[in-house]
Nanobody
Framework: QVQLVESGGGLVQPGGSLRLSCAAS????????MGWYRQAPGKQRELVVS???????RYADSVRGRFTVSRDNAKKTVYLQMNSLKPEDTAVYYC?????????WGQGTQVTVSS
């Protein structure tokens, strides 16, 4: 079965950096990352960055200039590099991808930026 697994979250001080990974495993016919999302306690899920046609990206205003998405097709992995982190970035981060014409979501990884 297809599975997406996020990793790389943790505790970081304001101004620090983290790199999140989202790796796909299982029977994969194609791998089309669609974006990264995040959700903080008591808040709605927010789109962080969308990915169109596997290459084009659109960032939320709150992260533009600080976050960068990339991918490694051989490893079927998509990354989110997060720099200049702020306390407002604290949330559970999820990746989303399409394979076999179906949507898949990872389990999420916690990012905590201390105040």
């Amino acid at each position: 079965q297809v599975q997406l697994v996020e990793s790389g979250g943790g505790l970081v001080q304001p101004g620090g950096s983290l790199r999140l990974s989202c790796a796909a495993s299982g029977s994969i016919f194609d791998f089309n990352p669609m974006g990264w999302y995040r959700q903080a306690p008591g808040k709605q899920r927010e789109l962080v960055v969308s990915i169109s046609r596997g290459v084009s990206t659109r960032y939320a205003d709150s992260v533009r200039g600080r976050f960068t998405v990339s991918r490694d097709n051989a490893k079927k992995t998509v990354y989110l590099q997060m720099n200049s982190l702020k306390p407002e970035d604290t949330a559970v981060y999820y990746c989303n991808a399409v394979t076999g014409m179906r949507d898949y979501w990872g389990q999420g990884t916690q990012v905590t930026v201390s105040s």
